[in-house]
């Protein structure tokens, strides 16, 4: 009996093949099929560092989780056993922006009149449709391989309490030490900022400049007259450098 062959057609659809794909994926559980056929092998675990629940997906994370994709994939050919755990990371100012532009809100005062109970009570309500829609949707549209049926979420208290228990454990292993370092702050929310929110985004604004007396230490009677663009690191200024032959 001859060999029969499905015809290669040169107009292929492929958001339509993309979809065959995946209905057979789907269809025969591919996704644990490829972990419990390597049950006793040796494993290869990958926590996905959450994306933020702030809002839908754009392209930059669809390029980020196909890396992340490829590398679970190639463990798994190498005879590895691969348990990936997707996760959602619901705190931080990403989140609390979004909610404040959907509620017409503007800085920390008014969030406080609006109530914090209610307001985040809010803020998970959004990641939650966020996570359910966009990000459930483009997880599996992108044949993106990762168990978001049982994902750690940031805002739930069995997350919250482990972190908690890692932190306990490292005091009580006299692994944590007071440090100081310098870290950007907004004033507006009243927090410090990561370097992640600080990259949310630019707004071009007119900074003071002043003009300010330096007196002269060897003659009280003469200034050095100096502009600056930055007033706000004079308390901080010990000298004047001077270029000697001007």
Known sequence: MQPQFR??????NFPELEE???DYWRTSDAFRQSIE?????KPFVFLEGPPTANGRPGVHHVISRVMKDIVCRYKTMTGHRVD????WDTH????EIEVEK???LNGKKQIEEYGIQAFVEKCKEVVTNHINTGWTESTERIGYWVDTDDPYITLTNEYIES????LKRFWDDDKLYQGHKVVPYCPRCGTALSSHEVAQGYAEVDDPSVYVKFRSKKDPDRYFLVWTTTPWT???NAALAVKPNE
């Open 7 to 12: 015809e290669v057609k040169t107009g292929l």
């Open 20 to 22: 065959r794909v995946l």
């Open 37 to 41: 056929r390597r049950k006793d092998a």
């Open 84 to 87: 990936r755990k997707g996760g």
């Open 92 to 95: 931080g100012l990403p989140v």
């Open 102 to 104: 959907l509620l017409g």
């Open 163 to 166: 972190v908690w228990w890692v």
């Open 234 to 236: 004079l308390p901080s």
